[in-house]
């Protein structure tokens, strides 16, 4: 009841906010991963997800104003168009344009321990 301060239940391990250096595991707040599977599901006109240099972009409400035409966008939709972005030689405009739509990050699958089906076969 006269607790209200101690929002870190210390004893065993350092602050949870401590920036981990070096193991490239830091979570940060608020960064979404998505896995192919999902972006996979993106890839229609009236919903467009890319994914450039392992990040994912929704890039619905941008296939219009692409001056290099939409049919180039949807035809990549919910895959990796990092090689023809790269292809086309984008301009800094355009690259940064991209942050715009950025929704998070690809998830390599095969961190993906969450979503194991067969991870529940021993029942008791
Ligand atoms: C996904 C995010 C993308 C953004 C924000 C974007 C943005 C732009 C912008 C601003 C331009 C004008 C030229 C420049 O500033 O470089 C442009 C041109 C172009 N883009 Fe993209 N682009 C994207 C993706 C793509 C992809 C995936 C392709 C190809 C499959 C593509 C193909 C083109 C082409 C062919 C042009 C040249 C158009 C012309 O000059 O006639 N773009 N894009």
Not at 6 to 22: F, I, K, L, R
Not at 82 to 99: C, I, K, N, P, Q
Request: aromatic share 6%; no cysteine; hydrophobic share 30%.
């Amino acid at each position: 009841m006269g607790e209200e301060i101690n929002d870190n239940p210390s004893g065993s391990g350092p602050a949870d906010n401590t920036v981990a250096e070096g193991n490239g595991q830091t979570v940060e707040a608020g960064v979404k991963y998505y896995t192919l599977e999902e972006i996979r599901l993106h890839n229609m006109s009236t919903d467009t997800w890319l994914i450039i240099h392992d990040k994912v972009y929704d890039l619905t409400g941008f296939l219009e104003e692409h001056p290099g035409g939409e049919e180039v966008l949807i035809e990549q939709a919910g895959s990796d168009a990092t090689e023809s972005f790269e292809d086309v030689g984008h301009s800094t405009d355009a690259r940064e344009m991209l942050m715009q739509y950025y929704v998070g990050e690809l998830h390599m699958e095969e961190n993906d321990a969450k979503s194991g089906e067969s991870s529940s076969e021993m029942a008791i």
